[in-house]
């Protein structure tokens, strides 16, 4: 692939310039409960979204469950042990426990803030779900008042430092042009996860920006092997809500039924048959009309693409496709080194999908739950000790922009982000790839990864229009390369991370695998320091 045309320089053209105590970067349910939190401790915070803070993001589109668990020991005992064996023992229940804490805490807020959670027979609010738009929007409103500054459309682009420590952040100005720059004692990434502009709603916006950023000041990931989330939806919509599927049936073009793809293994079924055939899909077990209706009630944006054309789901067969969702509805992001969300640089934190949620649900997808209790949660400690770091340290003041002096340093061309974004899917899209993961086939993507990253690190857009489309192309070629980084490493199948040439969890692998660097990625072991459960004999 030919991506470079010329030689260039990059050139600045500051609109705007702030300085807080604490810059949120990310305005998903994780940015937004890390700025309230930072604030109430009367921090000053900036807010900066690439789109709108309470409509942009994978809460924002749909409805979402909470791992929201009464403090009851025994409820609170089978919640921890629900996911510990499907996530290959790397969770941590001394993670498990404040977070449980805190989302039971946070979610009762809510409710007194007025959201409309619904009520059963007996008249008690139901709070283990919330509707995507009408939570942010209250969060938004929250937010706001609390005298948070908020800047939609101001994607961050790279991360400031002073010394060792991190001190800010610079980006885009969508809507007017040109770049702001934001001067903070601390920052706390929530800019989410990575689906790879798969088009699965509400993700095209997650394309992996806080891992590189994160990166390029030295933080760690890990987890990233964890990335393999792919969600059923209809071959022509980009809906991935999939908790309707458990009333589906799944089908051959010649109507013949697919054993056992209603399972819950039955996303490998389904991944299987469509490396050689299309997949249909029908919600037959979706019997009367009343169960019909709670369903339409429960997920209206399912619905919204059948209606447009005139597809019963319930009588008619759909051809489905598994979309991917990256680390989104999978579990890797940035190491946290504690329960404050710090990663291992001074002054930077993450929160949401932006960290890995290994802690709670070790190799399993966090989707259905616990990723949205973790957003809570982690958002939450990250503001709290982000504010805490801002005041505990001086402001910064001799700020550079280390991403800014290595394009000036490195000879830098032009690149086409189309191409780059074409070449990542290409490697990451594939279920025979991606999916269904061997030494081999891993191996020759990363190398072409590999080859991709050195051609476009220290590449610029055409023009000012194609910053952000080359940054998020940039960052989606990291994201893979770690993913499969990871994943060759990783020689087991644990968690959602399915090895076809090493098909058993192996003992000996019961740790996490830690990677940092850029050009050269290092990648380490972690023991899983907790009171888990043994590893169980396979
Ligand atoms: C279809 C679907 C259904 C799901 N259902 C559930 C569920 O039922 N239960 C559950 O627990 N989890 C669920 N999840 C996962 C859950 O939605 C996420 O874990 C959650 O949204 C994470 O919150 P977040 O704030 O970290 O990220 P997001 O909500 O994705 O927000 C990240 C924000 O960062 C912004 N951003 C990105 N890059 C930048 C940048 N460079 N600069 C500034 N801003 C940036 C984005 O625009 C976005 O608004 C689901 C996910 C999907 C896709």
Not at 75 to 103: C, F, H, I, Q
Not at 433 to 444: E, G, K, Q, W
Request: hydrophobic share 40%; proline share 5%.
């Amino acid at each position: 692939m030919n991506l470079s045309l010329t030689n260039i320089s990059p050139s600045k053209n500051r609109q705007s310039d702030f300085d807080c105590d604490v810059l949120v970067i990310g305005g998903g349910p994780a940015g937004c409960w890390a700025a309230l939190e930072a604030v109430a401790t009367n921090a000053s915070v900036v807010l900066v979204e690439k789109g709108y803070c309470g409509s942009s993001g994978a809460t924002a589109s749909a409805g979402t469950q909470i791992w929201y668990v009464k403090p009851d020991p025994e409820e609170r005992e089978a919640a921890m042990a629900s996911r510990e064996a499907m996530g290959g023992y790397l969770s941590d229940r001394n993670w498990m426990r404040p977070v449980l804490d805190k989302t039971f805490e946070s979610v009762n807020r809510l409710a007194d803030w007025g959201y409309p959670f619904p009520r059963d027979e007996s008249g008690e609010q139901q709070r283990i779900s919330v509707q995507g738009p009408e939570y942010m929007r209250l969060l938004r409103r929250k937010v706001k008042n609390a005298g948070v500054t908020i800047l939609d459309h101001h994607p961050a682009t790279h991360l400031l430092v002073d010394g060792d420590r991190v001190a800010g952040a610079t980006g885009i100005v969508q809507q007017g042009g040109g770049e702001w720059q934001v001067t903070a004692g601390a920052v706390v990434l929530a800019a989410g996860g990575c689906a790879f502009m798969s088009k699965a709603l509400g993700c095209d916006v997650l394309t992996g920006d806080g891992y590189l950023m994160g990166a390029e000041v030295g933080a760690e990931l890990s987890g990233m092997e964890f990335s393999s989330a792919y969600a059923i939806s209809p071959a022509f919509a980009s809906i991935t809500k999939t908790a309707l599927y458990r009333f589906a049936q799944f089908y051959r073009k010649d109507e013949s039924l697919i054993e056992g793809a209603g399972s819950a293994r039955g996303r490998s079924i389904i991944a299987r048959t469509l490396l050689s055939e299309p997949v249909f899909a029908r919600l037959d077990l979706a019997e009367t009309d009343e169960v019909r209706t709670i369903l339409r009630q429960a997920q209206p944006n399912f619905f919204v693409p059948f209606d447009r054309r005139g597809i019963d789901p319930f009588t008619q067969m759909f051809e489905v496709k598994l979309r991917l969702e990256g680390t989104v509805r999978g579990t890797g992001g940035l190491r946290l080194t504690g329960l404050d969300c710090a990663t291992t640089v001074p002054g930077l934190y993450a929160a949401g999908d932006n960290a890995t949620r290994e802690p709670i649900c070790g190799g399993f997808t966090g989707g259905g739950s616990h990723n949205a209790a973790w957003a809570i949660a982690s958002g939450s400690f990250a503001g709290v000790a982000a504010a805490g770091f801002a005041k505990a340290n001086a402001k910064p003041h001799s700020i550079s922009d280390p991403q800014a002096e290595n394009l000036a340093r490195n000879p830098s061309h032009y690149a086409d982000p189309t191409a780059i974004l074409a070449a990542v899917q290409n490697e990451v899209f594939p279920l025979d790839i991606n999916y269904f993961r061997t030494h081999d086939v891993l191996s020759a993507a990363l190398k072409r990864l590999d080859s991709l990253w050195d051609d476009i690190k220290t590449a610029v857009p055409v023009d000012e229009n194609g910053t952000l489309r080359l940054r998020q192309a940039q960052a989606m070629t990291a994201t893979a390369r770690y993913m499969y980084k990871a994943a060759i490493s990783r020689t087991e199948t644990r968690g959602m991370h399915r090895r076809d040439d090493f098909p058993k969890q192996d003992p000996a692998q019961h740790h996490r695998l830690v990677l940092s660097g850029l050009d050269d990625i290092l990648i380490r072991s972690e023991p899983v320091g907790s009171d888990l459960l043994p590893e169980v004999a396979e």
